[in-house]
């Protein structure tokens, strides 16, 4: 369904032309550095979620609900998005373009739109902000410098990355506020687990 994929290059292959220019113009270190954070910055999400989840432990039982439910709301994120990279089955632009990259190009069938970071990273900041807006702050810039250094590495074209970036914060702002729905039962297994000390004293 590669025609379903706006064409590719055709949208915004320029850009991204211009991005790894400028990318293979720049100073070896600072590539580097915006490599492993686009290989490894989810990890920065995974610990911002561990924030919340330890802050939520003095609020509601609400605020407790939607910091259990962060995992699970970036995985569907994930999974969806992936199901649409799936249908789309756009070439990476190191593929199809004759381009300096940061990184290897990644293997046919390793498709680009729309951009598995770019989704992860959208959908724990804007969980996270409905959260805790603490962790949320942080993790909102984080979102975007992760999409954008999946341009600057050569992975994606921007509109790879935009769209994975919508696809995250929707899917993400469709489900954190059902997580609330759990409240009670948050609450009913603090009372639980409380009772027996409460019972002690």
Request: hydrophobic fraction near 55%.
């Amino acid at each position: 369904m590669n025609h379903l994929a706006f064409g590719g290059a055709s949208i915004d292959g320029g850009a991204y032309t211009r991005i790894t220019v400028l990318a293979r113009d720049t100073p070896h270190g600072l590539d580097t550095l915006i490599a492993y954070f686009s290989d490894y910055g989810l990890a920065l999400f995974a610990a911002l979620m561990l924030v919340a989840w330890w802050r939520a432990r003095h609020r509601g039982p609400d605020a407790m609900a939607r910091a259990l439910a962060l995992p699970v709301v970036v995985i569907a994120a994930y999974l969806l998005n992936d199901l649409v990279k799936s249908l789309f089955a756009e070439q990476r632009p190191c593929r199809t373009l004759s381009v300096f990259t940061v990184e290897a190009c990644p293997g046919p069938g390793d498709w680009s739109f729309p951009s598995n970071h770019a989704a992860i990273a959208a959908a724990a900041a804007v969980a996270l902000l409905l959260c805790d807006r603490q962790p949320g702050r942080i993790a909102v810039p984080a979102a975007l410098l992760m999409a954008a250094s999946r341009i600057w590495i050569g992975a994606h074209y921007p509109h790879d990355v935009v769209a994975g970036l919508l696809t995250g914060a929707l899917i993400a702002y469709g489900l954190t506020p059902l997580a609330g729905r759990a409240a009670p039962a948050v609450d009913r297994i603090r009372a639980t687990r409380l009772r027996p000390l409460v019972a002690a004293r």
